[in-house]
């Protein structure tokens, strides 16, 4: 069983379109995360999310949003795609607290055109 | 602002010999430290966890240190294997916090 799945894994769409990535996590965590990878292999962390509190990166366009239906699920939906969108979008989950690694999906490959 | 440096240059080693990769941050007083492995076209793995409070942690072949007078952590591998080739990237974090990733090195162990 995978722990944590994105769909789909690559994405090609246009510029202007708006599109979502599902990410669904079977190991009961509390906490999700969204990351993006950049061409230069930079993951820099998007959003994170508990059934408490969203927690978003301030440098993260309005344009990215997080919705979870459920303690398993953090989708992520993109309005008004643009170019410099383009890059590896990760799902991760955790345990809060300190003791606790992140498990990460396999990656969502975006590319705008 | 927070910065967390690894070499971006690849770290090529011959097998058998203990690969060495260092993690170096500055404005940052993080509680914890994680290395990861990433392998192309893959999601980070999760390898290991150092806190604030410890010097060194091993889980087998893997050794992690962190020096927070230094500010820096290193990451062993002994015994190396064409296996272990891979990049291996370092990820800080405070109570309360998400985590904060370097860049990575890239490990090529030749055999």
């Known amino acids: 069983d995978t722990a944590v799945s994105q769909t789909p894994k690559y994405l090609v769409t246009q510029m202007g379109n708006d599109k979502s990535i599902k990410c669904e996590q079977n190991l009961g965590h509390d906490t999700m995360y969204w990351y993006k990878q950049d061409s230069k292999k930079f993951l820099k962390i998007m959003f994170s999310y508990n059934n408490k509190e969203l927690i978003i990166n301030e440098t993260v366009p309005n344009r990215f949003s997080p919705k979870s239906p459920d303690k398993a699920h953090l989708n992520l939906h993109i309005n008004s795609l643009e170019l410099g969108d383009s890059a590896v979008y990760f799902c991760?989950?955790?345990?809060?607290?300190?003791?606790?690694?992140?498990?990460f999906g396999s990656g969502t490959r975006l590319t705008v055109v | 602002s927070q910065k967390i440096e690894q070499n971006s240059e690849a770290l090529n080693i011959q097998e058998g010999k203990t690969a060495t990769l260092t993690c170096n941050y500055t404005?940052?007083?993080?509680?914890?430290l994680q290395w990861y492995r990433q392998d192309p076209g893959r999601g980070p793995v999760f390898l290991l966890l150092i806190r604030e409070n410890e010097k060194e942690k091993r889980k087998e072949r893997l050794k992690v240190t962190f020096d927070t007078t230094l500010k820096q952590s290193l990451f062993h591998i002994t015994a190396s294997q064409p296996a272990d080739s891979a990049t291996y990237l370092c990820?800080?974090?405070?109570?309360?916090?998400?985590?904060?990733f370097g860049g990575g090195t890239r490990l090529m162990v030749k055999p």
């Open positions: 991760a989950s955790s345990q809060p607290g300190l003791h606790y690694g992140y498990t």
């Open positions: 990820a800080l974090g405070n109570a309360g916090n998400m985590l904060t």
């Open positions: 404005n940052y007083s993080p509680a914890y």
